[in-house]
């Protein structure tokens, strides 16, 4: 079975700079999908951002970045120019192109606070 | 259009009592998700549904924990003689299965915070 790991409970950034949140994972799987939700005090979970593991090119979204390392399997989510917005709990999930489901696996969280 | 709803958003009740979660999905998606979040811990999946199939309950923790999704819309689950233990966010997903696509977004409602006194 996959497992994710996020290894920071809890990060903090000043307002404007840039944080990155760090996720791995463990599978023997070669191809798979990876994403990262944001959960706001609201609880709704929002997809930020997500990444093919075939594609070795890092997603972007607009402000949000990835740092995928296949080989290191590991799927860090880069934050530029911080907004008071961005204060949420952030997941890494995990999806199993054999998933037929298309459940996703979740790693524990990273309270991310942002200070003005 | 509207998003998925969750009732109640907040829900208490004595240990030993049953429990029922409403969820109702974006309207015309085939799959629907429950999971639970547990205090500090991220999301493990419980049941899924899609289309008329049987649903896929393998994660489900106990034979207290049902779920049943009628019409192919709105689902719930059902938790029986409750623990405190069973004292989480009960979240709900649906996504809409695009041809040709293997990924498939899932959209997440509220939840509904269960706390079992």
């Known amino acids: 079975a996959q497992t994710v790991t996020q290894s920071q409970p809890e990060m903090s950034v000043q307002e404007a700079e840039t944080v990155t949140l760090s996720c791995t994972y463990d599978?023997?799987?070669?191809?798979?999908?990876l994403f990262w939700y944001k959960q706001p005090p609201s609880r709704q979970m929002i997809l930020v951002i997500r990444?093919?593991?075939?594609?070795?090119q890092n997603a972007t979204e607009n402000r949000f970045s990835v740092n995928f390392q296949k080989a290191a399997k590991s799927f860090s989510l880069k934050i530029s120019d911080s907004q008071l917005g961005d204060a949420a709990m952030y997941f890494c999930?995990?999806?199993?192109?054999?998933?037929?489901?298309?459940?996703?696996?979740f790693g524990g969280g990273t309270r991310l606070m942002v200070k003005p | 259009g509207a998003g998925v709803s969750q009732s109640p958003s907040n829900k208490v009740t004595e240990k030993g009592k049953d429990v029922e979660l409403r969820c109702d999905p974006i309207?015309?998606?085939?799959?629907l998700y429950w999971y639970r979040q547990s205090l500090g811990q991220g999301l493990e999946f419980l049941i899924y549904?899609?289309?008329?199939?049987?649903?896929?309950k393998s994660g489900l923790p106990s034979d207290r924990f049902s779920a049943e999704r009628t019409g192919g819309s709105v689902s719930t689950l059902t938790i029986q003689r409750t623990q405190q233990e069973d004292s989480a966010v009960y979240l709900c997903?649906?996504?809409?299965?695009?041809?040709?696509?293997?990924?498939?977004?899932?959209?997440f409602g509220p939840g509904t915070r269960l706390t079992v006194t």
């Open positions: 309207s015309g998606h085939t799959a």
């Open positions: 997903a649906s996504s809409l299965r695009l041809a040709g696509s293997l990924i498939y977004e899932q959209y």
């Open positions: 549904f899609q289309g008329n199939s049987a649903p896929d």
């Open positions: 999930a995990y999806r199993s192109p054999n998933n037929a489901g298309n459940m996703l696996t």
């Open positions: 599978t023997s799987e070669s191809d798979y999908y």
């Open positions: 990444q093919e593991a075939y594609k070795q």
